[in-house]
């Protein structure tokens, strides 16, 4: 248990919050935020979530669900994000995702070595998919049990000069010398709109923290994102299961409600299709028809199928498989079992 009281979370009395005080950074003050729920039934595993680009944690059915098959659930509000977020930063600016491997470490420490989880399952959407893969990657923590991953930003989309060598190079040189300039874009809020509650969707969350109409993109930021993209696309060595979750289909087009609830309006599903086998040794991919970006956001009956999916993966793939204190136990008999002559 918690060396530490934890504090009630804005989501109600069943979800604990704390603070994970970071090194400072140019800025100034660094923190990142720690949500956790608790299962009635531990199975003594445990889910660390990480969110995506203009994103916080809100999303609790899907932690409800993990709780429901036994594991305690934590999310992660990365820094300058969500509740993470201060008066005094640029919201969501890095210049490395690097930079994040530092609290979800120590997210890692408190999940692990305070509460005593045997094992873990990392999930990550969007942009949080391509940090955690990169993290699993560098670090490769033992008792990292597998990895969910809920449309991963793996590639930029959009014309093929955006993913052009003269394009990384620009965007390299000038995230370098202007890291903060702003790149224009058009931002619609479709998205977000069908989302929240306020505006005909399912969901409540704080629109401070995930405004409908995102958040601004800087080079340097971007820079840091096309770097990682790199590394994924050169190949990653993450051996636990992965499974790589998506829509089925992409839309580009006007955007409706319509277009807007069936599909993924955000990322290239086929371009997330094509770079999941670049994360590990065991990925599986699996594409959910009438999904949207986030895909645990979905029409009901949508995230029924994917939820079916994810609960068919585990059991095949991760629960199946023995705990670490199991293969230890198993050991430690067959070694019994020789003393004594078997």
Not at 150 to 172: E, K, Q, T
């Amino acid at each position: 248990m918690p060396l530490v009281p934890l504090q009630a979370d804005v989501l109600g009395p069943d979800y604990r919050v704390e603070t994970i005080t970071l090194p400072p950074d140019s800025e100034g003050a660094v923190v990142a935020t720690l949500v956790s729920l608790e299962p009635e039934r531990p199975n003594g595993r445990a889910v660390l979530h990480v969110h995506g680009f203009a994103d916080y944690f809100f999303h609790t059915e899907y932690a409800r669900w993990w709780a429901d098959r036994g594991y305690a659930f934590y999310a992660l509000d990365l820094r300058k994000y969500g509740r993470s977020l201060r008066e005094h930063q640029t919201p969501h600016y890095v210049a490395d995702l690097g930079e994040y491997f530092g609290e979800i470490d120590l997210a890692c420490w408190r999940i692990l070595q305070r509460d005593g989880h045997e094992r873990l399952i990392v999930s990550g959407h969007s942009t949080g998919g391509l940090t955690v893969s990169l993290w699993a990657h560098e670090r490769q923590p033992p008792e990292l049990a597998a990895m969910v991953l809920n449309s991963p930003w793996f590639d930029m989309h959009g014309s093929a000069w955006l993913r052009s060598p003269a394009a990384r190079a620009a965007i390299d040189r000038l995230g370098a010398s202007r890291p903060m300039r702003e790149i224009p874009r058009k931002v619609s809020t479709v998205y977000g709109r069908t989302l929240h509650r306020d505006h005909g969707g399912e969901w409540d969350y704080d629109l401070a923290w995930k405004p409908l109409e995102s958040r601004p993109i800087y080079v340097g930021w971007l820079r840091a994102v096309r770097r990682g993209h790199a590394q994924l696309h050169a190949g990653l060595d993450v051996a636990c299961p992965t499974l790589v979750l998506s829509s089925a289909r992409s839309y580009f087009g006007e955007q409706t409600e319509e277009t807007a609830t069936r599909h993924d309006i955000v990322l290239d599903v086929e371009q997330i299709r094509r770079w999941a086998s670049s994360v590990g040794r065991h990925v599986t991919s699996i594409a959910v028809e009438g999904a949207i970006h986030d895909v645990v956001l979905s029409r009901p009956e949508v995230r029924a199928e994917a939820y079916a999916a994810i609960g068919t993966w585990l059991e095949a793939w991760v629960e199946a498989a023995p705990s670490a204190s199991g293969e230890q136990d198993d050991q430690r008999g067959e070694a019994d079992d020789r003393d004594h002559g078997a």
